[in-house]
């Protein structure tokens, strides 16, 4: 008996372990994040669409006044990116998975370019001045690029002095709310009818009560990131377990323990979804009060330029917005990733 | 200090004890009911019983996370209000702090008592002690569960307290960690002499680590009887005499049924 169960399991087995080793071959091969890992053919379709977009503009007749320099060295500059790193992804294993990852995409993005420079500048098809060509933008940045400079410094003054203050002004009012049932009682009805306000209702008023629209927009930045900031570090010291406070009771710790290394260190990943959520929020506030009452900024830029009639102008500012603010996200969320390491595995 | 010196700290006296608890819809539930022990310098005791019966509860009073209706507490003479860092309380799920890495958790009792300076090289000693050299740095999501209850161990412990209370330390363990933890808290209770009150529902552990047994019964929670276990140590779990205290301990907390049926017949 005990023979004859042994001789039928074996060959079940075995047949198992190999059934299992084939999955994790499998699972070897199949790479989950990168797309067309392995692809020949888009890293150089990708080189050869920006080829072609930089033929079309040299050599189909233009039909739009136009300086095509700037656009044309851009693509250059783009096709001797790619073409670099290529050649590095020949040497490099991690450059040639994101090479590859990314070929298929800027594939369809030159070939987007080639049909918006068709759509302009090759046939006057869009109209104009609401939709210029590339080309167009990019000679407008070229020209314009000290104004643009000083507008993106503006804004940027703007924002981190007013996203600073909201900060802090929020942590510290948010702590207050979370901790001191006093403050909390008086505290946060005010954050709840403010919070559903958009801070940019109060733009007519501000400006006013300030004595420069400067002081009147960097209080509106100061607000629209206050509330959010507030609200979330409140809600994440509330929302802490009871048990580590406890715990850190019974080690000796003192009000002033508890508040600074259980409670805000503890809401930290709660403050952070309201740091980003203010982020967006600001974005919004500063552009909309430097279109409306500001001396300067890239959203005073777009207003200026609209006046003129100019939306070369008006892309131009949209395209460094896109630029300036991706940049200022991004250091936020590395921040965020260094004091919140702690968290990590608990994200995923 | 010297052993016999810590030895004569850490008497606790608690005599009638009344703690109920009130819900929102005011129905009254009674925690503990005329609670009274004296638990002697130095002692390990350990409060069993079903769940429901205060044991949780009257650790928690004895920390000072807590206040009873009625009755008092006090250790060494001194009555207890509030939590102190002389009474170390390593809780269920270690509970560190998870924002701060092994070494911080560790040093927590001294930086909230304002003596991390004086006392850093503390730190590596409660390291080692726990056996978590090489995991300072780590996170405590990245512990396991044995490691994670070590380095709570090692936290209460930095503060040298008189007394230390043990709220189901090893319950979430799996068995192999668990038995490899009982035997490193009679190492540490054996070289520092602190008094412990451990509570837990493992009667193994308990007949394994305590010099007295004190049996809970809920509803109202109540001491049921107290035993003294008079085991040398080290305990040996298959002995005659431990079984024996063992079946004594599960037949006070009725587990033992007369009607059990054997398994098989020989």
Redesign the interface.
């Known amino acids: 008996m005990k023979q004859e169960s042994t001789t039928i399991k074996l060959p079940v087995l075995h047949s198992k372990q190999s059934k299992k080793l084939d999955v994790s071959s499998k699972l070897i091969i199949k790479d989950e994040i990168h797309w067309k890992k392995d692809s020949k053919l888009w890293p150089i379709l990708q080189i050869l669409a920006f080829v072609a977009a930089l033929i079309v503009s040299i050599y189909v007749p233009t039909k739009q006044m136009v300086d095509l320099q700037p656009y044309r060295i851009f693509l250059i500059i783009v096709i001797g990116f790619f073409v670099a790193r290529n050649i590095i992804s020949l040497f490099n294993r991690k450059v040639k998975a994101s090479n590859n990852h990314q070929a298929q995409f800027y594939f369809v993005v030159a070939l987007l370019l080639i049909l918006w420079d068709s759509l302009t500048t090759k046939s006057n098809y869009l109209p104009l001045p609401f939709f210029p060509s590339l080309g167009q933008v990019l000679q407008v940045m070229v020209e314009d690029a000290y104004t643009l400079l000083i507008s993106t410094l503006f804004s940027m003054r703007l924002l981190i002095i007013g996203f600073s203050i909201g900060t802090v002004v929020g942590l510290v009012s948010g702590v207050l709310i979370g901790w001191y049932k006093e403050w909390c009682y008086w505290l946060f009805p005010l954050i709840k009818v403010m919070g559903v306000i958009p801070v940019t209702a109060w733009i007519p008023i501000m400006m006013f009560i300030f004595p420069s629209s400067f002081y009147a927009q960097i209080f509106l930045i100061v607000l629209c990131v206050w509330f959010p900031v507030a609200y979330m570090a409140s809600n994440g010291i509330v929302n802490i377990e009871k048990?580590?406070f406890?715990?850190?009771?019974?080690?000796?710790?003192?009000e002033r323990?508890l508040i600074f290394?259980?409670a805000i260190?503890?809401a930290?990943p709660s403050i952070f979804t309201g740091i980003y959520t203010a982020t967006g929020i600001s974005f919004a506030t500063l552009v909309v009060s430097e279109i409306i009452g500001a001396k300067a900024g890239l959203g005073w830029y777009i207003n200026w330029a609209k006046s003129w009639s100019n939306y070369a102008k008006v892309y131009a500012s949209i395209i460094v917005m896109a630029v300036v603010f991706s940049i200022v996200m991004a250091i936020i969320f590395r921040v965020r990733d260094r004091v919140l390491?702690?968290?990590?595995?608990?994200l995923k | 200090m010297t052993v016999e010196n810590i030895r004569k700290l850490g008497s606790i006296s608690i005599s009638g004890i009344n703690r109920t608890y009130i819900d929102a819809n005011g129905s009254e539930t009674e925690a503990l009911q005329n609670v009274n022990i004296d638990v002697q310098p130095g002692e390990f005791i350990t409060l069993i019983g079903p769940s429901g019966c205060g044991k949780t509860t009257l650790l928690r009073l004895i920390a000072g996370l807590d206040k009873a209706q009625s009755g008092e507490i006090s250790l060494d003479n001194v009555l207890v209000s509030g939590t102190h860092y002389e009474r170390g309380y390593v809780f269920q799920h270690a509970n560190l702090f998870p924002w701060e890495n092994v070494e911080n958790n560790i040093a927590a009792g001294l930086k909230a008592r304002k003596i991390y300076k004086e006392k850093k090289q503390d730190v590596a000693h409660f390291i080692e002690l726990a056996g978590l050299t090489g995991f300072e740095k780590s996170y405590p999501h990245q512990l396991s569960g044995g490691m994670a209850q070590r380095a709570s161990l090692a936290r209460a412990l930095i503060n040298d307290p008189k007394v230390l209370l043990l709220d189901e330390p090893l319950g979430a363990l799996d068995s192999f960690t668990r038995i490899d933890l009982q035997d490193k808290l009679l190492e540490l209770w054996t070289e520092r002499g602190t008094t412990t009150v451990l509570v837990t529902h493992d009667v193994d552990e308990v007949v394994y680590l305590s010099d007295r047994i004190v049996i809970m019964t809920p509803r109202p929670g109540k001491i049921e009887s107290i035993i003294n276990v008079n085991l040398k140590r080290p305990r040996a779990r298959n002995s005659d005499e431990f079984i024996a205290m063992r079946t004594n301990i599960l037949e006070r907390l009725h587990l033992v049924s007369s009607k059990v049926q054997p398994d098989y017949y020989l």
Do not use: D
Not at chain 1, 246 to 254: D, F, P, S
Not at chain 1, 341 to 346: D, S, T, Y
């Open positions: 048990s580590y406890e715990a850190a009771r019974t080690l000796g710790a003192n323990f290394k259980i260190p503890g930290m390491i702690w968290q990590k595995g608990l």
